[in-house]
Structure formats: structure tokens, C-alpha cells
């Protein structure tokens, strides 16, 4: 009774419970005890009167044990529904948690998407800029002082990739793969040559079918 007084916990009612059970369980035995001496009695063996009298007592303390086995059985399903909405609850705070991470995230992507628009847009500036004067190069037979923009391009973007988590939803692997295709050779900011044109100042020796003999 002490320890079901003091149980609270989803986890207290079992364990009380489970000792209830064992004192159900001796109650029993003790039953049949008392039941094969109210037999012996019956014919002599023993004073059947107070047989009796403590069978009684033990049908009356099974009784109790399975009402305090009933009852505690009861007070865990209580208890484990009152644990249960207190996880739902706490999972609740722990998500709206996660929902203003979240929406910083996206403020922060939206801030870096802009940047990254923004330093584009300088950079094809620079780009062509650079393509005017290396074509004004080539026109002053000063071709050395041309600027070969894919390899510098390529030279500012070398470097390590962030890794990719081992789940990622499909739309994040869409966008991390458009991204990477602005890092990449032959990505959207490095268009391929046409064929038979000069890659890096190695002329490729595919010949057009109209140059064939």
C-alpha cells in the first residue's frame, strides 16, 4: 500500500504491480494449503474451525490484493496517458523550436542566394570586360597579354565540397546539384567549346565533316 502511495510514474505502477502479483501469487499457494487441510479436517485431521476461519481470512486478502491489483492497473494506464501527452506536449516545443531554426535558415539562404546573385553579376562585369580587352589583344598582335578567363575561373572555384548528408530529400538534391553545376566543368558558368575550337590553347584535332577530304 506505501508503495502504491508513493508510485507516480507510468514505470512505479508496474513495479508495484509486479509485486502485487507475487503476493497474489503466495496468496494462492497458501489457499491451496488451506484448502487441503480443510479436507484433512473434515475427517479429524485438525481443527476445522479455525481452518476455516483462516481461509476465510485468505479469500479475503486475494480479494483485496486483486482490487489493489485492479486499481494500480488502472492508476499506470493514467499515468502512462498523462506521460504520453506530456511527450506530445514537449514534442511541440521541441518542433515550434525547430520551425524558428527553420525560418532563420531560409533567411539566411535567401541572404547568401542574393549575395551569390549579386557577386554574379560584378563577376560577368569583370568577364566581360576582360573578353573586350583580350579581343583588343589579339587585334594589336599582343595575344600574351590575354587573360584566360575559364582558367581563372576555374582556379577561384577549386576547392573542397561541403559533404552531403547521408538523407537528404529530393528537392535539396536538386538544389545542392544546381548549385555545385556553377563549381563544376561544364556547368552553367562554363559552357562547352565548340567542337574543334581551342580548349586551354590545345587545338582539338576533330576535323569537321566540311573539312574532310
Same mark, same amino acid.
Given at each position: 500500500?506505501?508503495?502504491?502511495?508513493?508510485?507516480? &510514474?507510468? #514505470?512505479?505502477?508496474?513495479?508495484?504491480?509486479?509485486?502485487?502479483?507475487?503476493?497474489?501469487?503466495?496468496?494462492? +499457494?497458501?489457499?491451496?494449503?488451506?484448502?487441503?487441510?480443510?479436507?484433512?479436517?473434515?475427517?479429524?485431521?485438525?481443527?476445522?474451525?479455525? =481452518?476455516?476461519?483462516?481461509? &476465510?481470512?485468505?479469500?479475503? *486478502?486475494?480479494?483485496?490484493?486483486?482490487? &489493489?491489483?485492479?486499481?494500480?492497473?488502472?492508476?499506470? =494506464?493514467? *499515468?502512462? !496517458?498523462?506521460?504520453?501527452?506530456?511527450?506530445? =506536449?514537449?514534442?511541440?516545443?521541441? $518542433?515550434?523550436?525547430?520551425? +524558428?531554426?527553420?525560418? !532563420?535558415?531560409?533567411?539566411?539562404?535567401?541572404?547568401?542566394? !542574393?549575395?551569390?546573385?549579386?557577386?554574379?553579376?560584378? *563577376?560577368?562585369?569583370?568577364?566581360? #570586360? $576582360?573578353?573586350?580587352?583580350?579581343?583588343?589583344?589579339?587585334? #594589336?598582335?599582343?595575344?600574351?597579354?590575354? $587573360?584566360?578567363?575559364?582558367?581563372?575561373?576555374?582556379?577561384?572555384?577549386?576547392? /573542397?565540397?561541403?559533404?552531403? /548528408?547521408?538523407?537528404?530529400?529530393?528537392?535539396?538534391?536538386?538544389?545542392?546539384?544546381?548549385?555545385?553545376?556553377?563549381?563544376?566543368?561544364?556547368?552553367?558558368?562554363?559552357?562547352? /567549346? #565548340?567542337?574543334?575550337?581551342?580548349?586551354?590553347? =590545345?587545338?582539338?584535332?576533330? $576535323? /569537321?565533316?566540311? !573539312?574532310?577530304?
Amino acid at each position: 500500500a506505501e508503495d502504491l502511495g508513493r508510485a507516480r &510514474t507510468a #514505470a512505479d505502477f508496474a513495479a508495484v504491480i509486479a509485486l502485487l502479483d507475487t503476493d497474489l501469487n503466495n496468496a494462492a +499457494a497458501r489457499k491451496q494449503e488451506l484448502e487441503r487441510a480443510e479436507d484433512r479436517a473434515i475427517f479429524g485431521d485438525g481443527d476445522l474451525g479455525e =481452518v476455516r476461519a483462516a481461509l &476465510t481470512d485468505c479469500n479475503a *486478502a486475494i480479494a483485496l490484493l486483486e482490487k &489493489t491489483v485492479e486499481a494500480a492497473n488502472k492508476r499506470r =494506464v493514467e *499515468a502512462a !496517458e498523462r506521460e504520453a501527452r506530456a511527450d506530445i =506536449v514537449a514534442l511541440g516545443d521541441e $518542433i515550434k523550436s525547430k520551425a +524558428a531554426s527553420l525560418g !532563420e535558415r531560409w533567411r539566411t539562404v535567401h541572404r547568401l542566394i !542574393e549575395q551569390l546573385r549579386q557577386e554574379l553579376f560584378e *563577376a560577368d562585369a569583370l568577364v566581360r #570586360a $576582360i573578353a573586350t580587352a583580350n579581343g583588343l589583344f589579339n587585334a #594589336a598582335g599582343v595575344a600574351d597579354l590575354k $587573360i584566360n578567363l575559364t582558367t581563372t575561373r576555374r582556379a577561384a572555384m577549386a576547392g /573542397p565540397h561541403a559533404a552531403v /548528408p547521408a538523407r537528404l530529400s529530393r528537392p535539396a538534391v536538386q538544389a545542392d546539384r544546381l548549385l555545385l553545376s556553377f563549381l563544376s566543368p561544364g556547368g552553367a558558368l562554363d559552357p562547352r /567549346p #565548340a567542337l574543334g575550337a581551342p580548349v586551354e590553347g =590545345v587545338k582539338s584535332k576533330f $576535323i /569537321p565533316a566540311s !573539312e574532310r577530304g
